[in-house]
């Protein structure tokens, strides 16, 4: 049976084309720098926002018309991937993502539980090998059951850590076993509301200890993905231990897993943490981290994660410009649409418009993107805001030949007042809105 309406497989159009199923700018054959659109952006399907959420938020209950939801049990498993397989057929997407809990359910035991993974991931890999389809990656959700109501790795409970080490353990033989490219650790609950009953430090010594487990497995079992943190800085904890790029960076250098990690980027978690999304990639590509990201946006008039579709052009551009600068690109990771449709957006079809609409916003903006890096709008712009740090005593300084001594001397010696130069912002955003609609 067809979950989607017996919609065909979508095509690229063009700009000019009024159909609502058939894509304006994402041409997957398309060169662009060198590379085919397919390739630069690797799009993925995320499983649980388009096949396990129904729609509900904390004020009403679930809206969403899905046909699977006919069935229950490890039934309605085995229908979510049928849909999921069909969806990614739809819209020619290669890769899909999946917390162990959106592909199958819990058990009364942990033995149980691994027994209905098992299942299932058996079925995946059929799909996967019949459709040549793939995984970005997969992860433990050690967030919704009530064990981990004070956090997995970084709990106050020593069973329920070993718990999480079990959940992460079955997921990383699952990731081996159907290729996964990447393995992602979101930590939902690894946080604390107060500090007045909150060993920190004892709490995130062990979620390194957590991780250097992870990395120890990995090896062993020959898994070679690779692994990525996902950083948000609140919700559902109201401090989180992996607020921004920055704060995950800094933890990874403390604890000596640099080596091991890079990082999932959302954008909407970007925003939860007072950022814009091409801050965060900045910081993750400056320092060799930018691992992947999660495709989405958040609604600016609401104060939580919204997990919108991505629709914002002059988003997509910022975001596909870093990615484009970053060594080797995306690399194995993607652009996973961590996005749910509206509430409001209720049927069937409107998956569908929706991922059409953010793969369209993406190709869109990587076309900007490579064509603002193919003129050097923003090289000539840094180049000649800093040229002053080319010649004379700026270039001693970035040359490391001055010192306090030095640089108090030319400052005694040059009197005269300092001159600045304006940065031309309103000029430069005006310049970004041309390339947006010419480009």
């Not at 930590?187 to 991780?211: I, Q, S, W």
């Not at 975001?319 to 449709?341: C, H, P, Q, R, T």
């Amino acid at each position: 049976m067809s979950y989607f309406d017996n919609v065909q497989p979508i095509q690229y159009e063009g700009p000019a084309s009024v159909n609502p199923l058939s894509f304006k700018f994402y041409n997957p054959e398309q060169v662009v720098l060198g590379k085919t659109m397919k390739d630069h952006l690797r799009f993925a399907v995320a499983y649980w926002h388009s096949f396990s959420a129904n729609g509900s938020d904390p004020f009403g209950a679930g809206t969403n018309i899905r046909a699977w939801d006919q069935y229950d049990g490890m039934e309605l498993a085995k229908a979510r991937v049928e849909a999921c397989f069909e969806l990614l057929n739809i819209l020619g997407v290669e890769y899909f993502a999946f917390h162990d809990r959106d592909i199958a359910p819990e058990g009364s035991t942990l033995q149980e539980t691994n027994a209905n993974l098992d299942e299932i991931v058996a079925l995946i890999k059929d799909k996967m090998n019949a459709t040549g389809k793939k995984l970005l990656w997969n992860t433990a959700n050690m967030f919704t059951n009530p064990r981990f109501v004070h956090g997995a790795a970084t709990t106050n409970n020593a069973e329920v850590f070993a718990y999480a080490a079990a959940q992460v353990k079955k997921a990383l033989d699952h990731a081996k076993e159907l290729g996964a490219e990447n393995y992602v650790f979101w930590g939902g609950r690894e946080g604390y509301e107060t500090l007045l009953n909150t060993d920190m430090g004892l709490e995130l010594d062990n979620l390194a200890r957590f991780l250097h487990m992870a990395v120890a497995y990995a090896k062993e079992i020959g898994f070679t993905g690779q692994f990525l943190i996902e950083p948000k800085p609140k919700e559902p904890s109201k401090h989180q231990y992996d607020f921004d790029a920055a704060t995950t960076l800094s933890f990874l250098q403390k604890y000596d897993l640099l080596p091991y990690f890079k990082l999932n980027l959302e954008a909407n978690h970007a925003t939860l943490a007072g950022h814009t999304f091409e801050h965060e990639l900045r910081v993750a590509r400056l320092n060799g981290i930018l691992g992947s990201i999660d495709a989405n946006q958040g609604d600016l008039l609401l104060g939580w994660d919204t997990d919108e579709f991505p629709t914002d052009l002059y988003a997509t551009t910022m975001a596909m410009y870093e990615i484009l600068l970053n060594e080797n690109g995306i690399g194995s990771g993607g652009v996973n649409f961590d996005a749910k449709v509206r509430r409001t957006s209720f049927e069937p079809i409107d998956v569908v418009y929706a991922h059409i609409a953010g793969m369209d916003a993406f190709a869109r903006g990587l076309q900007v993107a490579a064509k603002l890096i193919e003129d050097k709008v923003f090289d000539n712009i840094l180049d000649a805001r800093y040229g002053s740090f080319k010649s004379g005593i700026g270039a001693d300084i970035v040359a490391g030949k001055a010192d306090f001594k030095s640089l108090e001397a030319y400052a005694l010696a040059n009197n005269g007042p300092i001159k600045n130069q304006s940065g031309r912002l309103e000029l430069i955003k005006a310049t970004v809105n041309q390339y947006l609609t010419n480009a």
